[in-house]
């Protein structure tokens, strides 16, 4: 008999695809929506932040999503004030979310299209992974694998009924090899760039693109809040994340599916051509 209070039973109904009654409360900016509008994920903080500056600044409409209220309005206020466009923020934590399957819904009674989903949001933990709690673990793949493959379900079809529209996952280097001390966190990651690769090929021809970006190490909160020690001087050699964001849109520009974008990225790229997986481990 399975024990349902217990913290390790999965809920059976999984409330990613399968709507409750709550409605999500989108905070609503005043202008009227008739545009497409580019979703960010991870809005309130570091590369979804800056995604939401730089597509703010191309008069893009935004949707900004995090879990941080106060700093989503207070960045839509900024976004809507400076460059007029209209900009609308929906708190919610992704990696429980009951409210995420009304959403499109929602969306669209409010004449609100998304043509652009930027899935941002993720968090990694540092530590032995005997030593990480199994709810910290079970979140991060909430958040990093699961939360992006239900908004693609959530947004592709009518992506795909218009032909129109773009997906950008944020993947990391992390992906790309198994990183002891960082271990679910790279599988997480694994996972987002075998799916983004497998989706743009499937959609070839089809009028949505896909890429998937691979940040090496960026100064933004993930370090603090993944418990990593990080050097000073090291965090000065860090991208920052507006040049993540534009050599991203670059990348989209010029319909790449994968690109590997920052300070420290060239010893990735040359060791992933030339080292054995075996080899490469030993040195992350
Ligand atoms: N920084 C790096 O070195 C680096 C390198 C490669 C890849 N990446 C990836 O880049 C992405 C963005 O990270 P970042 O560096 O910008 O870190 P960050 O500054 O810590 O931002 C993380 C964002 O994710 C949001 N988030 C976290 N948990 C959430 C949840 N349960 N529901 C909804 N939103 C949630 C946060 O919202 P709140 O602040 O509101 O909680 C925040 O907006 C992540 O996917 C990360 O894995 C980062």
């Known amino acids: 008999m399975t024990d349902q209070n217990s913290s390790l039973v999965q809920p059976t109904i999984d409330y990613a695809i399968q709507a409750t009654p709550e409605q999500p409360k989108l905070a609503a900016a005043p202008k009227e929506a ?3 509008y580019a979703l960010i994920t991870g809005a309130s903080s570091g590369i979804g932040e800056a995604f939401a500056k730089v597509l703010a600044a191309k008069k893009k409409p935004l949707i900004l999503i995090g879990k941080n209220e106060a700093k989503l309005k207070a960045l ?17 934590d992704l990696a429980r979310s009951k409210e995420l399957p009304l959403l499109p819904g929602k969306l669209q009674n409010m004449g609100i299209i998304v043509d652009v989903l930027i899935n941002d949001a993720g ?10 709690r199994y709810e910290d673990d ?9 939360a992006v493959l239900a908004l693609t379900k959530l947004f592709l079809p009518s992506m795909l009924a218009r032909r129109k529209g ?3 996952n944020v993947a990391s280097t992390a992906g790309f090899f198994p990183w002891p001390t960082m271990t679910t966190y ?8 075998s799916y983004s690769q497998g989706l743009a090929e499937e959609l070839k021809g089809k009028g949505v693109k896909v890429l998937c970006t691979c940040p090496g190490p960026v100064a933004t909160s993930f370090q ?7 050097d000073p001087n090291d965090y000065k050699r860090y991208s920052d994340p507006q040049t993540i964001v534009e050599k991203t849109l670059d990348a989209l520009r010029s319909n790449k599916n994968l690109v590997i974008v920052g300070n420290s990225t060239g010893w990735t790229k040359w060791a992933l051509k030339l080292l054995p997986r075996s080899l490469f ?3 992350v």
């Not at 079970?138 to 699961?146: E, F, P, Q, S």
């Open 138 to 146: 079970l979140n991060m793949v909430n958040l990093n694998c699961r």
């Open 76 to 92: 839509a206020e900024e976004l809507r004030a400076r460059e007029g466009i209209d900009v609308r923020f929906l708190p919610i």
């Open 123 to 132: 968090f990694g933990k540092f530590g032995q992974e005997s030593e990480i």
């Open 186 to 193: 790279a599988a997480t990651k694994a996972f987002v760039i």
């Open 34 to 36: 008739k545009k497409d």
């Open 166 to 168: 773009a997906i950008i």
């Open 224 to 230: 603090e809040r993944a418990g990593l020690k990080v």
């Open 281 to 283: 481990i030993k040195l």
